[in-house]
Each structure stands twice: as C-alpha cells, then as structure tokens.
C-alpha cells in the first residue's frame, strides 16, 4: 500500500483516485474546484479544497512522501506548468501529468515529468483498435513493435482446434488459455475452442494482424 497524490479532479483525476483506492492505497485528492472536491471525498483518503498554483499550500498538504503524485489539469495549461514546477521544486520524485495538446506535452517533458498521458487520444486509440479487431479485448504495446493480446473466441470460432487455429498465427505465442475460472498454461493442441474462450498471445504486429483475419 502506497500513498499517491492526484491534483485536479475531473473526471481523469476522479477516476484515477478511486481506482487507486480501489488497489488499496491511500489517496489525497486536490482540486480548487468545491463541487469536484465534495463529490470524492468520501471514497478516497483526503480531498482537499486547494489552488495548486500556490507552492505554499502545496507544502502545507505535507505530499512530500507521496510515491507520485498525478497532475490530471488539462484545460489550464498554465495551472499544469506551475502546478508541475512546484513540484519538482519540491523534489517530488516521480510526476505524471495529463497533456491536452503538443505545446503542452512539450513543456512538460522539458520540465522532466516522467510520464505524459494523453486520456482523449489514447482511449481514441483504443476504440479505433476495437473497431478494428473486433477480437481483441484487451492489448498491451511492449517495446520492438511487440504487442500482448486477450482474444475473446466468438460463435465463428467454436469448434475450431487451437492449432489449427494458431497456425495461422506463426511467430505467435500463447501465454494462456482461459475457459470460466480454469487457466491453462500448456494448452494442447487438440483443444477444440469453445464461445467465450480467452486466449492471451504475444507476438508483433504483422503476424497478429494475419491471425485477427481469421476473425473477421
Ligand atoms: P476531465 O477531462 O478529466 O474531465 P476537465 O475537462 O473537467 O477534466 P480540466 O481542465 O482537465 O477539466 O481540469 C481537471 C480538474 O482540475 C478540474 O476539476 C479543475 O477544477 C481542476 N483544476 C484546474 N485548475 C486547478 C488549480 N489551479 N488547482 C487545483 N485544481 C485545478
């Protein structure tokens, strides 16, 4: 269990508090928004009433032994730069930030905050994704162009045979095979696929994408 900070409580910075709490750490929530502030405060540990452009009262919240601390304002751009510079006056050690455009995720990075999140793109992302590869449920983009994959095996699938199936896929590796609450590691090739399988692959791009043509 961790304490975190999130600056700005939008509904980013909400969601974000909540779901830290819900992974058992200790937030403290800060917007100069009253509404905002009340609407959280009885789901995560502090929320505070407080302008985050005034260093003082950014030490008095006494979030120095934060392990990261979220600045999740994006329309004030210049509330997020002065924000974001308090902070690493105050040495806080690990800062991301939500940028709403270019210039903005420009002068965060030369403020040295460690990660920059772009909500609104990276969700068009995914949703183009899904539109895209109906199939995939889930991804995570690794290094190298390699990406892991949750299939979901839909009612044109049943009755397939893993390995005939994964053939189309080489170069592919499947981590597991999931059906209601058994997880299986070395799936046998005979399996024959059933509606609402999940499969978790990893693999790169081009071969996934010749595998997801399966699904279509
Ligand atoms: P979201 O896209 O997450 O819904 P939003 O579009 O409502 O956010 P943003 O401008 O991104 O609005 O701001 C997020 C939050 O940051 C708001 O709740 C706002 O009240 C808060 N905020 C803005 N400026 C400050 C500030 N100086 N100090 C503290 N909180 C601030």
Redesign the pocket.
């Known amino acids: 269990m961790a304490l975190f900070t999130v600056?700005?409580?939008?509904?980013?910075?909400?969601?974000v508090a909540t779901q830290l709490v819900n992974l058992n750490h200790d937030v403290i929530g800060?917007?100069?928004?009253k509404r905002?502030v009340e609407s959280i405060s009885d789901q995560i540990t502090h929320a505070v009433i407080?302008?985050?452009?005034?260093e003082h009262v950014l030490k008095e919240l006494n979030i120095q032994n934060c392990e990261a601390v979220v600045v999740?304002?994006?329309?004030?751009i210049e509330?997020?730069i002065?924000?974001v510079l308090h902070l690493k006056n105050m040495g806080m050690n690990k800062i991301w930030a939500?940028a709403?455009s270019k210039a903005h995720h420009m002068i965060l990075t030369h403020l040295g905050v460690d990660k920059i999140i772009h909500?609104?793109e990276d969700m068009g992302t995914r949703v183009a994704q899904s539109l895209s590869y109906p199939m995939v449920s889930r991804y995570m983009g690794l290094e190298d162009n390699h990406f892991i994959v949750k299939i979901e095996i839909k009612a044109n699938q049943k009755g397939e045979r893993f390995q005939h199936l994964m053939d189309h896929g080489s170069g592919i590796k499947t981590i597991l095979h999931k059906r209601g609450k058994e997880i299986i590691y070395s799936i046998d090739p005979n399996l024959i696929l059933q509606e609402g399988d999940i499969l978790v692959v990893e693999g790169e791009l081009e071969p996934l994408r010749k595998l997801s043509a399966r699904f279509k």
């Not at 407080?50 to 005034?54: H, I, L």
């Not at 999740?72 to 004030?76: K, L, N, Q, V």
């Open positions: 600056i700005g409580l939008g509904s980013f910075g909400a969601t800060i917007d100069n928004n905002n407080a302008d985050a452009t005034d999740a304002i994006g329309e004030d509330a997020s002065l924000c939500k709403k909500p609104e």
